[in-house]
DNA sequence: AAGTGAACCTGAAGGC
DNA sequence: TGCCTTCAGGTTCACT
């Protein structure tokens, strides 16, 4: 599920949790997700406090007292859920319980918020494309270190975009997905992106903006960056209930205009057109051939 | 160098 | 009901 917007969303729902608190203890409930967890993953976070939550790209990073950086992708599958414990202090409360671990409950983090109440994260991921893993020192993790310009802000502008985009022989569709070009694209976003700025998918990135930057890189950043807000924003409204049924985060019902659509009409007004799925590199492409060129 | 496809793993959905 | 195939929102690696 987690595209960069998803990836926001479940850090911002995790943030009142997790930052400030102390971790009282970690299970970790089998040996791996993607990668192996470190050696000394449980006793490195053992009683520290977490400083902070971020993210990068579709990456999630924990500054942990004195201590590494916590580097979490969701792969796939990956999503977190919060169980809310009582007080502290309150004896009997349900953290004295065992709770329930559903399948695939992978990673339990026992946790003190800095309101003095204890919560659990928990971390599940049916397919373990997700991992854990340090991070040392002030260089970025070689993970994180080839990552390109994200498209929130301001930064993404149709100049910074054609000078991405120039000379590039490969579609369109591919080029967006390539996160060291633009981190945080996934196969969803790409394809609405793509439909918001009128541009086909199959249309070869280095045409977007052949010499001077042109209308096409303006529109194509400004579709961009507006998809990626929309979608965090509608993230974000999601997050006031989300110690909702299970506690699970960054779900929420997307309207998309052109994922999953296909045979469906067009949604731009008078266009007529009807949604067509291509495979590109092995993975699913929607868009409109009528309106998009 | 850049681009394409297969591989990693499990579950859900659809066809028969 | 069950068995089979296909597909899934990500990333990396091997190959052309």
Redesign the pocket.
Known sequence: ???LP?VETVRRGLQPVMEGARILSVEIRRPDLRFPFPPDFVARLTGKRILSLGRR??YLTAEIEGGPQLIC?L??SGSFRIEEGGAETTPGDFHHERSKLA??DHVVFHLATPKGRKSKVVFND????GFMLFSEGPEPHP?LADLGVEPTGNSLDGRLLADLLRG????LK?ALLD?TLIAGL???YVSEALWRAGLSPRRL?GTVAPRKVGERAERLATAIRSVIADAIAAGGSSLRDYVHADGSLGYFQ?SFSVYDREGEPCRKPRCGGTITRIVQ????TFYCPVCQR
């Open positions: 599920m987690p595209e998803e790209a579709k992708h792969g796939m399948a695939h049916p397919r373990r494309f993970m590039r022989k490969t579609p591919a996160q996934g196969n969803i990135a997307h590199s092995g993975r699913s």
